[in-house]
């Protein structure tokens, strides 16, 4: 399987909360090579400037409010690892992006939350690299295809977000997980997914103009801009869908794989 992935992380709750995207995380962390360490972007990481998290022993931190105390005490006591991050700026720095090394940073829960799930003994490390603000998908394909020696070199890069994520119009009616989605996620998602698989980079970068219902399903891109930092790290630029499912009948939990 390929070293670079982009999953969907869904509410912080995911952990604790049966559903199909849950299981299959789990499922998905069986099943692939062991990385020798984990380079993830996180919807919830944004900086003036490529940022990577350098921190020998990153704080698993809760930054959401008013869900329940149990998932408060959920911890991810994985290692960072600085030798790694110094070797991504450099990447990016030899491309001339103006990258930096934070060495405070924590793991947020678009980092931790998944992969929680996916390699729960906490012995793989992991570097946090941030989406940069104003920037979009043509920047952050850039960013990927800088870092692309990592995942030849058996780093999983691994971008996480939400296929779509549009939070005003969740069906909080529905029963939550399992769903069925709503005709605009659907033929939003189904488009993204048969783009990604012709492997066709530059529709992809377009979407907002192409894709049916782009705005409507991403009113802000933070979330589906991790997606291209994965895109980019890929050898071949073409990916399948590992995995489709949708919570609340408009958050779609898409896990994609790149070649």
Do not use: C
Not at 4 to 32: C, K, M, N, W, Y
Not at 134 to 149: I, K, N, T
Not at 192 to 209: M, Q
């Amino acid at each position: 399987m390929a070293n670079t992935l982009f999953v969907s992380h869904g509410a912080p709750i995911l952990p604790l909360t049966p559903s199909p995207a849950r299981d299959f995380l789990t499922e998905l962390g069986r099943q692939i090579p062991r990385p020798s360490a984990v380079l993830v972007v996180s919807a919830h990481f944004q900086a003036q400037v490529p940022t990577f998290g350098a921190h020998p022993k990153p704080e698993t931190v809760h930054d959401f409010r008013g869900f329940p105390a149990a998932l408060y005490e959920l911890q991810y006591p994985v290692l960072g690892d600085p030798g790694l991050a110094e070797q991504a700026a450099l990447l990016l720095q030899r491309e001339g992006f103006d990258a930096q090394l934070a060495g405070n940073r924590g793991l947020d829960h678009g980092a931790w939350v998944p992969l929680m799930l996916m390699f729960p003994e906490a012995d793989i490390p992991v570097v946090q690299l941030s989406l940069v603000r104003g920037e979009g998908p043509q920047y952050h394909l850039r960013l990927g295809e800088a870092l692309r020696a990592l995942a030849a070199d058996g780093v999983l890069v691994m971008g996480s977000g939400a296929v779509t994520h549009n939070l005003s119009e969740l069906d909080w009616s529905s029963g939550g997980a399992g769903t069925q989605a709503l005709p605009w996620v659907s033929g939003f998602t189904d488009w993204f997914g048969a783009r990604i698989e012709a492997g066709d980079r530059e529709r992809l970068v377009g979407y907002r103009r192409e894709a049916p219902h782009a705005v409507r399903n991403h009113p802000s891109e933070e979330h589906l801009l991790p997606l291209f930092v994965a895109l980019g790290a890929s050898a071949t630029g073409h990916g399948r869908r590992l995995h489709a499912s949708v919570q609340m009948r408009a958050l779609a939990m898409d896990v994609y794989a790149f070649d």
